[in-house]
C-alpha cells in the first residue's frame, strides 16, 4: 500500500510564500506522475499541479501559473509544492496524489492515491 502524508500548510500574509511536501512511504513513486489539488470549504476539488515521473515536466492551472512550483526528489520518496506571492484565493486543503501513469494531468482519474490533506491559509 502506498501511504502519502502532507505537510507544510499553515497561515501566511498574502504575498508570502509556503512549501509543502508530500511524503510517501510502503514504495518509491519513482515510475509515477505525482499531482496536487486543492480544495476550498462548499468548493469543488481543483487541480493545481502535476510533475511527471522524470521530474522534466510540469504542468499547472493557469491562476498558480509564475507562483507555483512542483518539484520532486526520487531518493526521498517526495513531491514539493512551493507556494510564492500567495493570494487569499489560494486557501484550501492541498492534497497530494501518485499518478497511474508516467505523465500526470489535471483529471482526478489519473491519480490513485491521495494523502489526507494540509490547509493552507492566505490572509489579506
Known amino acids: 500500500q502506498v501511504q502519502l502524508v502532507e505537510s507544510g500548510g499553515g497561515l501566511v500574509q498574502a504575498g508570502g510564500s509556503l512549501r509543502l511536501s508530500c511524503a510517501a512511504s510502503g514504495r518509491t513513486f519513482s515510475t509515477y506522475a505525482m499531482g496536487w489539488f486543492r480544495q476550498a470549504p462548499g468548493k469543488e476539488r481543483e487541480f493545481v499541479a502535476a510533475i511527471s515521473w522524470s521530474g522534466d515536466r510540469t504542468y499547472y492551472t493557469n491562476s498558480v501559473k509564475g507562483r507555483f512550483t512542483i518539484s520532486r526528489e526520487h531518493a526521498k520518496n517526495t513531491v514539493y509544492l512551493q507556494m510564492d506571492n500567495l493570494k487569499p484565493n489560494d486557501t484550501a486543503v492541498y492534497y497530494c496524489?501518485?499518478?497511474?501513469?508516467?505523465?500526470?494531468?489535471?483529471?482526478?482519474?489519473?491519480?490513485?492515491?491521495w494523502g489526507q490533506g494540509t490547509q493552507v491559509t492566505v490572509s489579506s
Open positions: 496524489a501518485r499518478g497511474r501513469l508516467r505523465i500526470g494531468g489535471d483529471d482526478a482519474r489519473l491519480y490513485d492515491y
